[in-house]
């Protein structure tokens, strides 16, 4: 421990105005986190949902068209438009889409469903572009 007396004279209220301001920093950080909102929830594509997953094990993730962020996702959730579907290792997924198709997606797999727009007139072909892995 170092004897406060030993230490030039100006060090001592040099070191406690650069405490009191390191103090003053964390208390304005911590103020603007906790008045900071919360990070937005995912809000579902716009439009009819194309398909759903019927069922899905352990490790299943949808990103919505034109997002970053990956959710999980439980059996029942609706499919839009250019959503991708990731299964993880272990893990399995089957879709229905509205036509009454089914697709089961294999494990370490990523597709991605759409409906492209010039079938939707025509009953609304699905296509589903398989990124990695396999369905």
Request: aromatic share 4%; net charge neutral.
């Amino acid at each position: 421990m170092v004897d406060p007396r030993r230490l030039p004279p100006g060090l001592v209220g040099d070191l406690a105005l650069l405490g009191a301001s390191g103090a003053g920093l964390l208390v304005t950080l911590w103020a603007a986190l906790a008045a900071a909102p919360a990070a937005p929830r995912p809000v579902a594509a716009q439009g009819e949902a194309i398909g759903r997953l019927l069922s899905g094990s352990h490790d299943v993730r949808r990103r919505f068209d034109r997002a970053l962020v990956w959710n999980r996702v439980t059996s029942g959730a609706p499919l839009f438009d250019r959503d991708a579907v990731y299964v993880g290792a272990d893990s399995a997924a089957t879709i229905r889409f509205e036509d009454g198709s089914q697709l089961e997606v294999e494990e370490s797999s990523l597709i991605v469903v759409s409906r492209p727009p010039e079938t939707v007139a025509a009953g609304g072909v699905m296509t589903v572009d398989i990124r990695r892995g396999g369905a």
